[in-house]
């Protein structure tokens, strides 16, 4: 039976056209955004900083009022029907806003009378909460005595205590040590498991590639590309594998030998070639006998597949890690 | 609508309660100014036009309740204004509450710290020999327009934090805190202000609220004055709170 039939909406999240531009200056946060974020899906959207990413956001969360075209979220309409928006989300925005001074299960308990749950659910839930996010000793401590990753843990759960149906995650592991960050991502994997929608912002390219099943990437406040993390991959290229020759003077006769195994051309030195195959690992070998036969000795061999970085060179022109080492400096 | 409210003002009143920072001086700084005004200023009882009264300490308890009133209604805003700074008020809004129970939430909240404020003053003045011309009755009279008060105060507070949108901005207020005070009958008898300051406190809305308080501590129950108190905190509250709905109708024109 279709999910229409049944008065389910199609998709979670469903764009169309979708634009805020600020009347100082004109410009533009986000324009002309379409996408539809299937139920049960998570969905990355990728991009540096100040490319709209939290606009988007935003947006979808009824804390911004769109310019142009509509947004339903969980079915509903963002400007329509935004207190039924509500009702159905779970907002992680990117500055964690939790009272230091007040302490988890209290925040969780605040949280839960703003949903509207039961005072009697109110303690197993926050129970079962502060257990999945691995804050069960820290949930009567003071959030001040907290650290970042907890915090942005406390934060989820409070997030989740109304058993959301789509949940938004601004950047929800920026600046986090790597033990929070897997933890964070083991949750976002158990929830989509469980089927809720995740609609996670990230300007981490591996973090887009390991939890989305589909990454939209944004830049300047236009989504520039959309597929899954393989797809996006597979427009830019097939893998490659990278040879450094020990005498650069066998470029000639390794470039000839390796075109049995794929596509081989110079690399960016006189002693160095890619030759580009379709999968990696499994011509690795074959690459090695060839160039062993001939007597060419290598050096040094890698296999490197397509990044979402390349993608979104492809799509943009310039690297994502670049722009954030820009935003660094 | 009353369950948040009640959770929002459940938070404020800890959130008060464990900032110290916040909390000392809505009772030490008016303490500090009792003790100097009527240790140094008690002569004043004999001039002419000064109204007939037990103590000069039953005189100025009401103007050491009405400075932390105040100052209590700008620390509500300095709050409101941190958490829209913080994005604590973001949380709120993309939770399913009715917007005005974040108004709501901070005036009970107001309402009951007000109300603890008040008895403070009136404890420290029994202690310090203070006597409460209208008995029992008076301490009620004292305690209810002392909480409404309280929550005028913390409605003009709000309403100047959702437009200030910085907590500094409304810390920035503080001196007004005590121009109002001394613009108004607080201190000192209306009749022995000189111009235009006697002028400016008959228009002063904080003159009525410090005369209702003063009149059930100092002279008893005198119906005009506490009529008169808690009709003008009545208006102070409506006025405010259309504000600070307004100003918060404001700050989220740009939400849904």
């Not at chain 2, 459940?10 to 008060?16: D, E």
């Not at chain 2, 008040?118 to 209810?144: D, H, T, Y």
């Not at chain 2, 409605?155 to 207020?173: E, P, T």
């Not at chain 2, 202000?193 to 006697?198: G, K, Q, V, Y």
């Amino acid at each position: 039976m279709a999910l229409e039939s049944v008065g389910v909406p199609p998709h979670a999240i469903v764009t169309s056209g979708l634009e805020k531009r600020y009347p100082r200056g004109g410009t533009y946060a986000v324009r002309g955004v379409d996408l539809a974020v299937d139920h049960g899906e998570v969905y990355g959207f990728l991009g540096p900083n100040g490319a709209g990413k939290s606009t988007m956001v935003r947006l979808l969360v009824t804390l911004l009022r769109p310019s142009a075209g509509t947004a339903f979220v969980a079915g509903h309409d963002v400007v329509k029907n935004p207190a039924a928006v509500r009702s159905n989300i779970g907002v992680a925005l990117q500055d964690a806003a939790i009272d230091p001074l007040m302490t988890g299960r209290e925040l969780l308990r605040l949280q839960s009378v703003l949903h509207g749950i039961g005072r009697k659910a109110v303690g197993a839930r926050s129970d079962l909460l502060l257990e999945r996010v691995g804050l069960t000793s820290a949930g009567d401590k003071r959030v001040g005595e907290y650290s970042g990753g907890m915090r942005r843990r406390l934060d989820l759960a409070m997030a989740l205590i109304h058993e959301p149906s789509v949940l938004f995650l601004d950047e929800p592991t920026t600046g986090l040590d790597p033990s929070s960050r897997l933890l964070l991502w083991n949750e976002v994997r158990r929830l989509r498991d469980q089927g809720t929608t995740v609609f996670l912002t990230t300007q981490y390219l591996e973090e887009a590639d390991q939890l989305a099943d589909r990454v939209g990437i944004i830049a300047g406040g236009e989504l520039v590309a959309e597929d899954t993390p393989a797809a996006l991959k597979a427009q830019v290229g097939r893998p490659h594998i990278h040879i450094g020759l020990a005498d650069p003077s066998d470029l000639a006769r390794a470039l000839e030998v390796s075109a049995t195994v794929g596509d081989p051309r110079p690399g960016v030195t006189p002693s160095c070639m890619d030759v580009s195959v379709d999968d990696g690992s499994r011509e690795l070998a074959a690459l090695v006998r060839v160039l062993d036969d001939a007597g060419i000795v290598v050096e040094s061999m890698a296999v490197k597949s397509p990044t979402l970085d390349d993608v979104f060179l492809q799509k943009t022109g310039e690297h994502l890690s670049e722009t954030e080492e820009e935003v660094a400096a | 609508m009353i369950a948040p409210s009640l959770a929002l003002a459940m938070r404020a009143l800890r959130l008060t309660l464990r900032r110290p920072q916040f909390l000392i001086p809505l009772f030490l700084m008016p303490s500090i100014f009792l003790a100097v005004n009527t240790g140094g200023l008690a002569a004043t009882t004999r001039l002419p036009g000064f109204p007939e009264t037990s103590g000069f300490l039953d005189f100025q308890l009401p103007a050491a309740m009405v400075q932390s009133l105040m100052l209590s209604g700008l620390q509500a805003g300095i709050a409101v204004a941190l958490e829209i700074e913080s994005g604590f008020f973001d949380r709120l809004i993309t939770a399913p509450v009715a917007r005005l129970s974040i108004v709501l939430g901070r005036l009970l909240a107001a309402a009951v710290l007000g109300a603890f404020q008040v008895s403070f003053f009136l404890i420290v003045g029994l202690l310090f020999g203070a006597e409460i011309a209208g008995g029992v009755g008076g301490v009620v009279l004292v305690l209810l327009l002392g909480s409404f008060a309280a929550v005028a105060f913390a409605a003009i507070g709000l309403a100047i934090a959702f437009r200030a949108r910085q907590a500094s901005v409304v810390q920035g207020l503080f001196p007004f805190v005590f121009a109002v005070l001394y613009l108004s009958s607080a201190f000192f008898p209306r009749e022995l202000l000189s111009s235009p300051a006697d002028s400016i406190s008959a228009w002063n809305p904080l003159s009525y609220m410090a005369d209702g308080l003063r009149t059930p501590i100092a002279f008893g129950l005198d119906a005009a004055p506490i009529i008169e108190g808690f009709a003008v905190t009545g208006g102070v509250i409506a006025v405010a709170s259309l504000l600070a709905v307004a100003g918060l109708r404001w700050r989220l024109s740009d939400a849904v």
